[in-house]
């Protein structure tokens, strides 16, 4: 029936009305933190904030711990280790060390905290000299399946560290069901995969590479990350990494990529991730700064459409802001 019996407006009128009817709810234990870890930082500055993220720093161990402690607090579920190490070499070896800063950070934070869930970004770039996210041929390409030796190798060592989940985000191929294999035959069979099924090589990452000084010395990575315009191959990743044994598949960006997350959603029924990246943190932060935007609706509504999507949970800088506003 059409206007005048059928009034949309009647479920608007007032805000309970509104919120028995809304259909996509957004709570403190769909978000993820993301934390940078750096390696020998000064004990006198144990936390280095970054410039393109305001309110985002780049913590020693023991403040990551401490942070790791508020985002339990607030009902956050789950924290997502990035490592900055003291030292960077050709080959990343800092990501499989096994006193490596994501070892020694997850341990103290799974002892401080234990039912907080620690997932560890598996990837090389925030280790490697040269910034790419595998191991370099002679003619500067990254090599595909020699780097995804390393992948496991990382992945087992921060599983042994007490990762609850490990989160590759290299985008080699093959990565997920080398990871899968090699942590089932040490004996962590128990460890999910969140696979970074369909990451795009996006403009959004640049503070990112700031705060993990990832940005590769030389190229970019549209030889392994997915060209934007790509939505059936974004399926299809995400189908190849779920048959090869993923748990959990994610999408990043999010907020340029919403339609990739609903039809992952749909292909897969896997829980799906969707990663706020920095760059969108960063436009709202810088938006709201300038007093051009009202911060606390704006970052909701961003996080609620991005739940709306299809995403089941949304990584996010916003994370604790967020929880506080919804508590
Ligand atoms: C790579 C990695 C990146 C991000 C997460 N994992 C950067 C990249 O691919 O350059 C970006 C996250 C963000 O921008 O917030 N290990």
Wanted: a negative charge.
């Amino acid at each position: 029936m059409a206007f005048p019996a059928t009034r949309m407006r009647r479920l608007r009128r007032t805000a309970v009305l509104r919120d028995l009817v809304r259909e996509t709810r957004l709570e403190a234990a769909d978000l993820v933190l993301p934390l940078f870890v750096e390696a020998g930082l000064d004990p006198a500055h144990p936390r280095r904030p970054i410039e393109a993220m305001p309110g985002v720093e780049r913590l020693s161990i023991s403040e990551a711990v401490s942070e790791a402690g508020e985002a339990a607090a607030l009902g956050l579920p789950a924290v997502l280790l990035f490592g900055i190490p003291a030292d960077k070499d050709a080959e990343g070896s800092g990501a499989w060390d096994d006193e490596g800063v994501v070892q020694l950070a997850t341990r103290a934070i799974k002892d401080a905290h234990p039912d907080l869930l620690v997932i560890t970004d598996v990837c090389l770039c925030e280790y490697t000299d040269h910034g790419h996210c595998g191991l370099l041929r002679s003619d500067g390409t990254v090599d595909n399946d020699s780097s995804v030796e390393l992948l496991a190798r990382t992945a087992v060592s921060q599983a042994r560290a007490g990762a609850d989940l490990v989160a590759p985000s290299d985008m080699m191929d093959g990565r997920v069901g080398a990871i899968r294999t090699a942590l089932d035959d040490e004996g962590l069979g128990d460890v999910p995969i969140m696979a970074y099924s369909a990451k795009f090589a996006s403009a959004f990452y640049g503070p990112f590479r700031e705060a993990a000084g990832s940005t590769p010395a030389f190229g970019d990575r549209r030889a392994y990350q997915m060209d934007p315009g790509n939505g059936d191959e974004a399926v299809r990743e995400a189908l190849l990494d779920v048959q090869e044994g993923a748990d959990l598949v994610m999408v990043k960006p999010a907020l340029p990529y919403l339609d990739i997350v609903r039809r992952i959603k749909e292909a897969t029924n896997l829980p799906v991730a969707a990663y706020n990246v920095s760059g969108e943190y960063a436009m709202l932060k810088s938006a709201a700064e300038a007093g051009r935007i009202d911060e606390r609706s704006a970052v909701l509504e961003a996080l609620t459409s991005i739940r709306r999507a299809g995403a089941d949970i949304v990584i996010t800088y916003h994370a604790k802001d967020a929880a506080r506003w919804l508590a």
